[in-house]
């Protein structure tokens, strides 16, 4: 009986200190947050008084029937964007992510996660390789893959042919589950746009067509800081990248409309982060006389154009677009710039990253750290952007059919940590960060399929 209690005593004991850290960790997120978006805002607001520019002001008759004219050429047009810089870049957010604390563990309640040698210092429970096989179980040696020229016994052809068979009935059958679940497969290119479509719950009804000509009229008739920034970001990203440029025009309407869309404030129901907010002339603090600006809540990033770019391979009735976007951007990508502990968050991204690489392959790791190219540094800017921009765009969607069908973020960092493991000879070589970068550079070579299938289930034990 004595016994029996001591255990309940011990099991509660640990719920309890397990809520005493989930409690702190959910203050250290608001916080981090709090902070950095203050950052954020003071860079804004600094770029206004710099340039005398207003956050927000209205277009002059003339100028809005001029951008109307032009909606559909705007990648010609040609603004000085030269004094605009991005309010900030993913190495500011990585330094943010660096410096996270949780004051429960720093006193030693966790003396297990001590051995973590990374650089994200907050120890959240992330998976490992056994789980990650279990969780990926459709990416097996065994398991047939679009994107994978011989992973199973049956002729690739063959494979696909039935596959792409299989993905029509699902298609006729408009089931989005099942669409999921098939998906964990990857997309032939043909059923691609409309399988998405259908797992994102995305159907074109002239409500919908209607709402995005709305926020075009918005766009027409005001002008926000923002805008400059989407512009500069474009400019800077997709119209340099040999395969997105050509949808310069996309990219500038879709980002447009979506800083106008309030309906994006919905995700920070279930978002550490809170919208930012401005303020009348004169009312500063008086909360009856703020706004969220911009009205989606969202303040680009540099890179963040990119998260549009690879979807307009698949879809170009703009409207539609729009709509793939939206959904893409608050069920994924802004866990990749938001501060959380989901599995699918960024910090547990590079925790589980830095766990991969430090557990299975320890002597690249610890070899790296030592001559100062913490692999963080060099991986991070693909998991923020989802890898766009950095592998061939038939890669990457087939990168993002498995992230629509896990419902998950967690494949980007294992496919980080397999381009390490893949370049891992040449990486044991180098003597520097610079060298490190150097060989990690170019990735537009890299069949994605095959480096995840290696990784989990033939390489690491």
């Not at 973590?116 to 992330?126: D, E, N, R, S």
């Not at 919905?266 to 009205?295: C, D, M, Q, T, W």
Request: glycine letters at 4%; a negative charge.
């Amino acid at each position: 009986m004595l016994q029996e209690e001591s255990d309940l005593s011990l099991v509660i004991a640990q719920i309890v200190q397990k809520l005493k850290g989930s409690t702190l960790y959910a203050q250290l997120e608001r916080q981090a947050w709090g902070s950095w978006e203050k950052r954020i805002l003071k860079s804004l607001n600094s770029m206004c008084t710099e340039l005398s520019i207003p956050l927000a002001r209205k277009r002059p008759v003339g100028e809005q029937k001029e951008l109307l004219n032009k909606w559909n050429e705007m990648g010609t047009d040609e603004p000085d964007l030269s004094l605009f810089r991005p309010v900030y870049a993913p190495k500011d957010f990585l330094e943010v992510l660096i410096n996270l604390r949780n004051p429960n563990y720093e006193n030693g309640d966790s003396l297990s996660f001590r051995t973590h040698l990374g650089l994200i210092q907050v120890p959240l429970k992330v998976k490992d390789i056994p789980e990650l096989k279990e969780f990926f179980v459709e990416l097996g040696l065994t398991t047939g893959q679009l994107g994978i020229d011989d992973s199973t016994q049956v002729p690739p052809e063959l494979f696909e042919n039935e596959h792409v068979r299989i993905g029509q009935k699902v298609l006729a059958e408009q089931d989005s589950a099942a669409a999921q679940q098939y998906i964990r497969q990857g997309s032939p290119t043909a059923l691609r746009a409309e399988l998405w479509a259908l797992i994102l719950n995305i159907s074109s009804q002239p409500e919908d067509i209607l709402y995005y000509e709305q926020l075009k009229t918005n766009v027409i008739q005001h002008d926000l800081l923002v805008d400059s920034l989407i512009y500069k970001d474009v400019k800077l990203t997709a119209s340099n990248d040999d395969y997105y440029f050509v949808f310069e025009d996309y990219l500038y309407q879709v980002l447009l409309c979506f800083s106008r869309d309030t309906s994006v404030l919905g995700h920070f129901a279930y978002n550490s982060a809170s919208p930012p907010k401005s303020y009348i002339r004169g009312k500063l603090g008086l909360e009856e006389y703020a706004v969220f600006y911009p009205p989606n809540g969202v303040i680009p990033f540099h890179g963040f154009s990119m998260y549009v770019a690879p979807l307009c391979f698949l879809y170009h009735e703009p409207s539609k677009l729009y709509q793939i976007f939206r959904e893409m951007y608050v069920r994924f990508f802004f866990r990749l710039h938001s501060i959380s502990s989901h599995p699918s968050g960024i910090v547990s991204l590079c925790l589980l990253f830095e766990t991969l690489l430090q557990t299975y392959l320890p002597q690249l790791f610890y070899h790296l750290r030592e001559i100062g190219a913490q692999p963080l540094r060099i991986s991070f800017k693909w998991m923020v952007r989802a890898f766009s921009g950095y592998l061939a765009t038939d890669q990457l969607l087939l990168l993002w059919d498995r992230i629509l069908g896990y419902n998950s973020l967690e494949i980007l960092a294992v496919l980080a940590a397999a381009v390490f493991a893949f370049r891992a000879v040449n990486l044991m070589e180098v003597t520097s960060l610079a060298a490190a970068e150097a060989v990690l550079a170019d990735l537009s070579t890299l069949k994605v399929m095959p480096l995840l299938q290696i990784f989990l289930f033939a390489t690491v034990t």
